[in-house]
């Protein structure tokens, strides 16, 4: 598994995302892959 670095974060879309990461009780980063994973695949299924 290969990693990456998103630098320049608007402050709010953190906040959004740290707030999704407590709700569902897993770190930052997983909710970030999930998020990732999920508008990708989204997007996929309307391309």
Known sequence: M????IS????HIK????EQSKKHGC???EEAK????LAL???NAHS
């Open 2 to 5: 290969n990693n990456i670095t």
């Open 8 to 11: 320049n974060v608007d402050n």
């Open 34 to 37: 999930k998020n990732l994973r």
């Open 27 to 29: 770190s930052l980063k």
């Open 41 to 43: 695949t989204q997007n």
């Open 15 to 18: 906040y959004l995302l740290q």
